[in-house]
C-alpha cells in the first residue's frame, strides 16, 4: 500500500480514538455496578477522637446501604495534609473518600505548600456534622467567667499562658482571634494536637485553651475542666448554661468546627450521587444521632454545594485570623 495512504489511516484512526475517549470514559468511570468492591474512607486524625468515633459510626451505618462493606483508614499526621494528599491524589473510581474537616481548608492558608488544593482537587459531597469550640480554664484557676479571665490577663500582660494543638492550628488562630477582640495578650504554648493541649490544661501546665467541643466536653462534664464560654453563634444544648463568648462579652468571635465527605475530584456524578444519598439517609438514623450528639456534635447534613461553599469560608477566615496574630505560612 502507499505510504502516504497507510499514514492518512493512521491519522484518522487516532482522531477518531481521540473523538471517542472523553464520551466513553465517564460511562465507564460511573458504571452502575459501582460499588463492586470495599471503599476506603481516610480518616486524617487518631483513633479514638471525635472524628474517628463519628466516621467509624456512619462507616456501619452507610455499609449496608452501598452494598460493600466502607473501612476506615487513619493517616494522621501533618494537621491533615498527610491523609488529604493521599485522597486528593488516589483514583477518581469512588473507591477512597476523605472526612474532610474545616483544618482541610485551612491548611490552604496555613501552610505555603500542603501538597493539595482544598477546593480544585476534591468534589466535597456533603457536611455530616458541626462542633463547638469551647473556651476552657482548669477549675483550681478560681476563674468563673471569661469576664474574670479578660480581668486577669489585662492585670498580667503577656503573663497567662494558653495552649494549642500547634503553631497555626485552628486552636492556635481562635485563641489570638479571642485575644485580639478582648483586647487582652497571652503566651501561646504549641502542643501535638488537641489532646495533648487538652492534658496541658488538665495538668494545669498552661491557663486556658479553645479545643472543639467534644475533646474537652467529658472532662468538663466530670468537673475536671471548666467551660467558661461557646465560641459560637448560640449556646449548646449538652451545655446550656454555657454562655456564648458575644453573650460573655467578646463579640465578634464566631468559630465553629465541622466535617463531612469528599472524593478526589474527578469522581463523576453518578457516584457522588450515590453517596450523597447513602449518607443523608444513615445520618438521619436514631443510633447514629444518639452517637454523635453525645460527644457534643451537632448532625447537620448538607447539599455538594453548600458544603463547598463551607470551604471557601472557611479559607477567608483563616487568612483573617492568621493577620490579626501575624502569623505567615509554615
Keep these: 500500500m502507499n505510504p502516504d495512504c497507510i499514514a492518512s489511516r493512521r491519522l484518522l484512526c487516532q482522531a477518531l480514538a481521540a473523538s471517542l475517549l472523553p464520551a466513553a470514559w465517564p460511562a465507564l468511570a460511573a458504571d452502575s455496578d459501582w460499588p463492586s468492591r470495599p471503599i476506603k474512607w481516610v480518616l486524617p486524625y487518631l483513633a479514638g477522637t471525635g472524628p474517628d468515633i463519628t466516621a467509624r459510626t456512619l462507616a456501619e451505618a452507610v455499609s449496608p446501604l452501598l452494598g460493600q462493606p466502607v473501612v476506615i483508614e487513619n493517616r494522621a499526621g501533618a494537621a491533615g495534609n498527610i491523609g488529604a494528599r493521599m485522597v486528593a491524589h488516589a483514583p477518581a473510581d469512588g473507591y477512597t473518600w476523605i472526612y474532610s474537616a474545616a483544618p482541610m481548608a ?3 492558608r496555613m501552610y505555603a505548600n500542603p501538597g493539595y488544593d482544598a477546593v480544585k482537587d476534591f468534589r466535597h459531597i456533603m457536611r ?9 480554664v482548669h477549675p483550681s484557676s478560681g476563674i468563673q467567667s471569661v469576664r474574670e479571665l479578660v480581668e486577669r490577663a489585662r492585670a498580667n500582660p503577656g ?9 497555626g492550628t485552628p486552636s492556635h488562630l481562635g485563641v489570638e482571634l479571642f485575644l485580639s477582640a478582648a483586647g487582652v495578650q497571652a503566651t501561646h504554648v504549641p502542643y501535638k494536637g488537641a489532646s495533648e493541649m487538652v492534658n496541658a490544661v488538665l495538668g494545669k501546665q498552661v491557663f486556658f485553651a479553645m479545643p472543639i ?14 467551660a467558661l464560654a ?7 444544648a449538652t451545655l446550656p448554661d454555657v454562655p456564648t463568648l458575644a453573650e460573655a ?25 450515590k453517596i450523597h444519598a447513602a449518607f443523608e439517609q444513615a445520618i438521619r438514623q436514631p443510633a447514629v444521632r444518639t452517637v454523635i450528639e453525645a460527644s457534643g456534635g451537632v448532625v447537620s447534613p448538607s447539599s455538594p454545594q453548600d458544603y463547598a461553599k463551607g470551604f471557601a469560608q472557611e479559607i477567608a477566615l483563616t487568612e483573617t485570623m492568621m493577620k490579626k496574630a501575624q502569623l505567615a505560612p509554615m
Excluded at 467541643?213 to 471548666?226: D, E, T
Excluded at 461557646?230 to 449548646?236: D, L, P, S, T, V
Excluded at 472524593?263 to 457522588?272: H, K, L
Design 159 to 167: 503573663k497567662l499562658d494558653y495552649a494549642s494543638g500547634g503553631v
Design 128 to 136: 455530616l456534622t458541626t462542633s463547638d469550640i469551647l473556651l476552657i
Design 249 to 273: 462579652g467578646v463579640p465578634g468571635v464566631s468559630l465553629t468546627s465541622w466535617g463531612g465527605i469528599s472524593v478526589p475530584a474527578r469522581t463523576p456524578d453518578a457516584i457522588v450521587s
Design 230 to 236: 461557646i465560641a459560637g453563634n448560640q449556646r449548646n
Design 106 to 108: 485551612a491548611n490552604m
Design 213 to 226: 467541643f467534644s475533646v474537652a466536653f467529658p472532662h468538663v462534664q466530670a468537673g475536671r475542666l471548666k
